[in-house]
């Protein structure tokens, strides 16, 4: 090296980058915070259904409220109270900010 190259940076100067932000807890907690609020709930055919998570169990069978049914994004069908077996359920979303 010349005098007019400045000498590389010490890796070890610099502290690790934060690890990647990523929601914590985990699929039990996320389950129990949204119980009583607006979810989405995707089966495995596709369909949607919106409303207001009542409660659920172990097998995801789960209990709707103020549903709506969504077939390609337009409401197909309204219900007062649904009723979802779990093994139908491709994932559930929360559908207001948590």
Do not use: W
């Not at 097998?59 to 077996?85: C, K």
């Amino acid at each position: 090296m010349d005098e007019s190259t400045p000498p590389p940076p010490d890796i070890d100067a610099y502290p690790p980058p934060p690890p990647p932000s990523a929601p914590s807890g985990t699929p039990t907690d996320f389950l129990k915070g949204v119980v009583g609020k607006k979810v989405i709930v995707r089966l495995t055919s596709g369909v949607d259904y919106r409303g207001v998570l009542s409660c659920l169990d172990g097998y995801m069978n789960i209990a709707l409220e103020q549903t709506e049914e969504h077939v390609n994004g337009v409401v197909t069908n309204r219900y007062g109270d649904a009723f979802i077996r779990g093994n139908n359920v491709l994932y559930i979303s929360a559908a207001e900010p948590l």
